[in-house]
């Protein structure tokens, strides 16, 4: 069962819970990753709650935010991150997902890197302040060689997974340097029959290490000939990034600069700095 946190100002459904560790256990264990790691959660998810997101066009239209991450990750290559995905949903169907971490090390930082997954504009606000308004983030492609969706919700599930495995990204560093990110077989979301035109979907990640890259949106949608398995990738990271299926390249996103703080882009990455002390 999903937990929902609808983000509406008269009434909050459930409250994300996390392990609150006392500052003084903290201060001990500074360097301690379990410590860090409950500190990060506690901080990530009062920053995921601060979010309110709702359709442009129809501001009582408001996203729920799902109370439960979807995936925990941590992130030793690069320095020292810990990190959860959310995901907002409208009529049970993920509109966005956001990526949001703490960094201790090489630099001190929270920081919430949020994509749409919406084929509609929608406005993101933070202390009653408009801090993203991003256009439709995702274009759907049908799956190739699909076959129809199956008749039932397990059977539907194993042509996803099928899918998603022949998916395969690559990941390029500023150095240069190429690295394989892998679709994880495990969904990070389900759902199914949020509206006449959507029979089944999920969302799926591709990952380095553990940290998620690219999302990967499969949907049963329904075309003029009947329903369709079809696909939408998005970047859940400023590298470039590239991603073939069957070895084929259907999708390319070309780097960009670090922090990308932009209001009116699908992807954006809002950033808090901390002093040093912190």
């Not at 560790?21 to 410590?35: E, I, R, S, T």
């Not at 001190?108 to 993101?124: G, K, P, R, T, W």
């Not at 990941?171 to 990070?188: A, F, I, K, N, S």
């Not at 690219?214 to 009947?226: C, F, K, M, P, Y």
């Amino acid at each position: 069962m999903n937990q929902v946190i609808r983000t509406n100002s008269r009434r909050l459904l459930v409250t994300v819970i996390v392990a609150i560790y006392p500052v003084a256990a903290l201060a001990q264990g500074a360097n301690d990753p379990k410590a860090r790691k409950a500190d990060a959660d506690k901080m990530i998810g009062e920053e995921a709650i601060a979010f309110r997101i709702s359709l442009a066009e129809d501001r009582k239209r408001e996203l729920s935010l799902h109370a439960v991450p979807v995936k925990s990750w941590t992130n030793n290559l690069d320095g020292e991150f810990y990190g959860n995905v959310f995901i907002w949903t409208l009529d049970g169907r993920p509109q966005v997902v956001g990526s949001l971490y703490r960094s201790y090390s090489p630099h001190n930082y929270i920081a919430a890197e949020l994509q749409s997954l919406c084929e509609h504009e929608m406005v993101a606000t933070r202390d009653d302040e408009t801090v993203w308004q991003p256009p439709a983030g995702v274009k759907f492609r049908p799956v190739p060689d699909g076959d129809p969706p199956g008749a039932t919700l397990p059977g539907r599930l194993i042509q996803m997974r099928s899918f998603a495995r022949r998916f395969v990204g690559t990941m390029t560093d500023e150095g240069e340097v190429h690295r394989t990110v892998q679709v994880l077989p495990q969904p990070l979301y389900r759902f199914e029959k949020t509206s006449s035109d959507l029979l089944d979907g999920a969302l799926f990640s591709l990952v380095n290490g553990t940290d998620p890259e690219v999302l990967l949106l499969i949907e049963a949608r329904r075309t003029a000939n009947g329903f369709q398995w079809q696909y939408a990738l998005a970047r859940l990271s400023t590298r470039e990034l590239q991603v073939t299926y069957d070895g084929q390249k259907v999708w390319s996103v070309a780097p960009l600069e670090w922090p990308h703080t932009r209001l009116r882009e699908p992807y954006t990455v809002i950033r808090r700095e901390f002093d040093e002390a912190d």
